[in-house]
């Protein structure tokens, strides 16, 4: 497996409006994960970076959401390294990563991270640009170039599924999204006859995806053994007459 730690931390965004059409994206997202979100079940639910802070799970049956970020802002609850969470093994029920490993420096400690601290059987959605779409090939064009988007390091689609698998993460489900190559800011075009032809036919060229996966644990069985144990002794008879047990002995005494 290819190594995704690098030396320097790349530039992260404050706000959705950081991002080339930020705010469309921001409300594409809500849209496509509010179904999914109301099958989480439990008690916690960890929105994981700036980003995902600002995203609205309306829908979503967890009501202690906890936003964790490493500055401190006006939506955030916690302050803490994505890569160093101060929780507990086994007690977050979901996490959301809208765009969190893009701007990571270590995506692979993130998702050790998640992994240690999420229950069996719970939920994580990740949102992430996708590398092979024109949002990929313009990020290494010098257009618009005070975007902090330049800065993103859009992994694919199938290496973080990689990552979850061996983590023990089941994938649900994969959402392709967008046509749009945004450092243009052109209009977002979700639903145009363009868009649609694009999905049918190219799926891998959309801009972003959203991965939904689920934690499994396989649970230890016993193995039942197939022989059993043979007994080392021979019956004894016995009968009792006129109030006396006499026992008959298995061997015959010798002359």
């Known amino acids: 497996m290819r ?3 690098i030396k320097n931390h790349p530039s992260k965004p404050e706000l959705w409006r950081d991002l080339p059409l930020g705010e469309e994206l921001k409300c594409l997202i809500e849209s496509e994960i509010a179904e999914v979100s109301r099958k ?6 960890i929105r994981l970076g700036n980003l ?16 964790i970020t490493s500055k401190q802002h006006s939506y ?9 969470l101060p929780v507990s093994e086994n007690s977050v029920d979901a996490f959301l990563l809208a765009h969190e490993l893009d701007f990571a420096k270590d995506p692979h400690q993130i998702l050790r991270e998640v992994d240690r601290t999420i229950m069996p059987n719970g939920y994580v959605v990740i949102t992430g640009f996708n590398p092979f779409s024109l949002c990929g090939l313009f990020k290494y064009l010098p257009i618009n170039k005070g975007s902090v988007l330049h800065d993103a390091r859009f992994f694919s689609c199938g290496r973080v599924k990689d990552w979850l698998q061996l983590l023990g993460f089941e994938i649900v489900d994969v959402k392709s999204l967008l046509f749009n190559e945004l450092f243009l800011q052109r209009k977002l075009m979700s639903q145009s006859k363009w868009s649609d032809w694009c ?10 995806y959203i991965i939904i996966a689920r934690k499994r644990v396989v649970p230890l069985s016993m193995i039942k053994p197939n022989w059993k144990a043979k007994t080392k002794f021979s019956a004894v008879g016995a009968s009792v007459r006129n ?8 061997w015959k005494p010798e002359k």
């Open 40 to 45: 989480f079940f439990g008690y916690h639910l």
């Open 199 to 208: 999905h049918h036919y190219l799926p891998l060229l959309t801009s972003m």
């Open 52 to 67: 995902s802070s600002q995203i609205e799970l309306s829908l979503c049956p967890i009501k202690h959401q906890i936003n």
């Open 76 to 84: 955030s609850n916690l302050i803490a390294s994505s890569a160093d």
């Open 3 to 5: 190594p995704a730690l």
């Open 243 to 250: 109030g006396v047990m006499q026992v008959e002995a298995p």
